[in-house]
Structure formats: structure tokens, C-alpha cells
């Protein structure tokens, strides 16, 4: 089956930065959307940000607009989540998804990865 697999997650102080990677193997053949995923103790998973593989259109969740950064990794099957001005409440398991819509939802998203934990201390 197809993997994704989340890298760059761990402890850093508020105000700092983090950039994870989330690589993709396996028998995909065509990818269309790329979302990032987090999910903090005892509330639902949530969109953080999402881009079109094919033109790069990029959304970002309000609550991270202005922080953080989605890309693509030239040449890879990679995208990256650039996040800086990390605060406490960013504190979340993180998950790449790959999905074949622009919708939203996490149903929406066919392959997960096995998500990555980031932890900012106050």
C-alpha cells in the first residue's frame, strides 16, 4: 500500500520553529491534494493546511495563517510544514494525508501517515 511517513516533530520553546516532511512511497501513481493534519489531547483532528499538488494551491487553517508554510520538495515526492512563532496551543500530534478532493475532512483522505508529535513548552 501506499506510505507516508511524518519527520521533524519534537520539543521546542515557544516562539521557535519546527519543519516537518512528509515523504510518500509506494504505488501511487498520481497525487492530487497534500493536507497536514493535528490533532491535540482530547479534541478532534483538524485541518492545519492543504496543497494542490499539480499548481500548489495552498490553504491554511486561520489559526495558523501568517506562521506556518506548505511546500513541495522539488524533485521528491515530499512536502514540507514550515512552522515558526510556535505557541503552546500548536502542541498536537501532526499527520500528513494524501486525498483525491479538495475537501476538507479527514474521511476525505484516503492514506495517512503514522503522525509525528510537537510539543512547545510555555
Known amino acids: 500500500q501506499v506510505q507516508l511517513r511524518e519527520t521533524g516533530g519534537g520539543l521546542v520553546q515557544a516562539g521557535g520553529s519546527l519543519r516537518l516532511s512528509c515523504t510518500v512511497s509506494?504505488?501511487?501513481?498520481?497525487?492530487?491534494?497534500v493536507g497536514w493534519f493535528r490533532q491535540a489531547p482530547g479534541k478532534e483532528r483538524d485541518i492545519v493546511a492543504r496543497i494542490l499538488w499539480i499548481g500548489g494551491r495552498e490553504y491554511y487553517a486561520d489559526s495558523v495563517k501568517g506562521r506556518f508554510t506548505v511546500s513541495r520538495v522539488t524533485g521528491k515526492n515530499t512536502i514540507e510544514l514550515q512552522m515558526d512563532s510556535l505557541k503552546p496551543e500548536d502542541t498536537a500530534v501532526y499527520y500528513c494525508?494524501?486525498?483525491?478532493?479538495?475537501?476538507?475532512?479527514?474521511?476525505?483522505?484516503?492514506?495517512w501517515g503514522q503522525g509525528t508529535q510537537v510539543t512547545v513548552s510555555s
Open positions: 494525508a494524501v486525498a483525491f478532493t479538495e475537501r476538507l475532512n479527514p474521511p476525505d483522505y484516503r492514506y
Open positions: 509506494g504505488r501511487l501513481v498520481t497525487t492530487y491534494v
